[in-house]
């Protein structure tokens, strides 16, 4: 984090306590999402919105990720050189650990949307159709 952020986390502004507690419940909603998908509890929520914001938060969180890697590595190459000051250090880590999360999350994210859209869609083909046969 740098800049505009920074500051404001460091200022203990109520914008940026609503800012932190804002992230702090979108990924709290995020991981109860994954859970909704592979728990019996998740079917209390239509199968539709799961669905729907699984796919949304795996895309999302794929193309943030995989924008954040890339660029780093890019920096960390020297294949960009930025125009300010890069802390190579911290720049290291957000490739290889911080930002690399994002990107994991939301390819196991799709992985579990497409694992539940396909278990249900197998299930929905046994049905019995009309005279109780599949």
Same mark, same amino acid.
């Given at each position: 984090?740098?800049?505009?952020?920074?500051?404001?986390?460091?200022?203990?502004?109520?914008?940026?306590?609503?800012?932190g507690?804002g992230?702090?419940?979108?990924?709290?909603?995020?991981? *109860?999402?994954?859970?909704?998908?592979?728990?019996?509890?998740?079917?209390?929520?239509?199968?539709?919105?799961?669905?729907?914001?699984?796919?949304?938060?795996?895309?999302?969180?794929?193309?943030?990720?995989? *924008?954040?890697?890339?660029?780093?590595?890019?920096?960390?190459?020297?294949?960009?050189?930025?125009?300010?000051?890069?802390?190579?250090?911290?720049?290291?880590?957000?490739?290889?650990?911080?930002? *690399?999360?994002?990107?994991?999350?939301? *390819?196991?994210l799709g992985?579990?949307?497409?694992?539940?859209?396909?278990?249900?869609?197998?299930?929905?083909?046994?049905?019995?159709?009309?005279?109780?046969?599949?």
């Amino acid at each position: 984090m740098g800049g505009a952020i920074e500051e404001l986390a460091s200022s203990h502004d109520a914008r940026a306590v609503a800012l932190g507690a804002g992230a702090g419940v979108v990924k709290v909603a995020g991981g *109860l999402l994954a859970l909704s998908l592979v728990r019996p509890w998740g079917q209390v929520i239509p199968r539709w919105l799961r669905l729907g914001a699984a796919w949304l938060g795996s895309g999302i969180l794929t193309v943030y990720g995989g *924008l954040l890697v890339a660029v780093g590595a890019l920096v960390l190459t020297g294949m960009i050189d930025p125009s300010g000051p890069v802390d190579r250090t911290a720049l290291r880590w957000h490739v290889m650990f911080w930002d *690399l999360w994002f990107l994991v999350w939301g *390819l196991v994210l799709g992985v579990a949307a497409w694992q539940h859209g396909r278990s249900h869609a197998v299930v929905q083909h046994d049905e019995p159709g009309p005279g109780g046969r599949p």
